[in-house]
């Protein structure tokens, strides 16, 4: 499968932002989908994840009550809406997509894009 992450961008402390993964080959559906995040010359990190259906959702301990990953599987896609976003929330952010949800370690990963979080 093939991933295509959309909707960064610069915004300031308090705002939302809503990202979009896109599959530019293959279906969505077979896949654990996942965020994940990373600050340059950093140890990428787990933002969420959420199971084929859709049914369950798992955070980090920084996304928990901000973030909110969804997907819709007859479009293909899978977003993450972030709220309240902190100048900490800044990092380049990558879809992912897994064969499990528990010990979740996916096998692709889209280009990332750029959340930038001004104070």
């Known amino acids: 499968v093939q991933l295509q992450a959309s909707g960064g961008g610069l915004v300031q402390a308090g705002g939302s932002l809503r990202l979009s993964c896109a599959a530019s080959?293959?279906?969505?559906?077979?896949?654990?989908m996942g965020w994940f995040r990373q600050a340059p010359g950093k140890e990428r990190e787990f933002v969420a994840r959420?199971?084929?259906?859709?049914?369950?959702?798992d955070y980090s301990d920084s996304a928990k009550g901000r973030f909110t990953v969804s997907r819709d599987n007859a479009k293909n896609t899978v977003s993450l809406q972030m709220n309240s976003l902190k100048p900490e929330d800044t990092f380049v952010y990558f879809c992912a997509a897994g064969e499990t949800y528990y010990n979740y370690a996916p096998d692709y990963w889209g280009q990332g894009t750029q959340v930038t979080v001004s104070s």
């Open positions: 080959a293959g279906t969505l559906s077979r896949y654990v």
């Open positions: 959420i199971n084929r259906s859709g049914q369950a959702t």
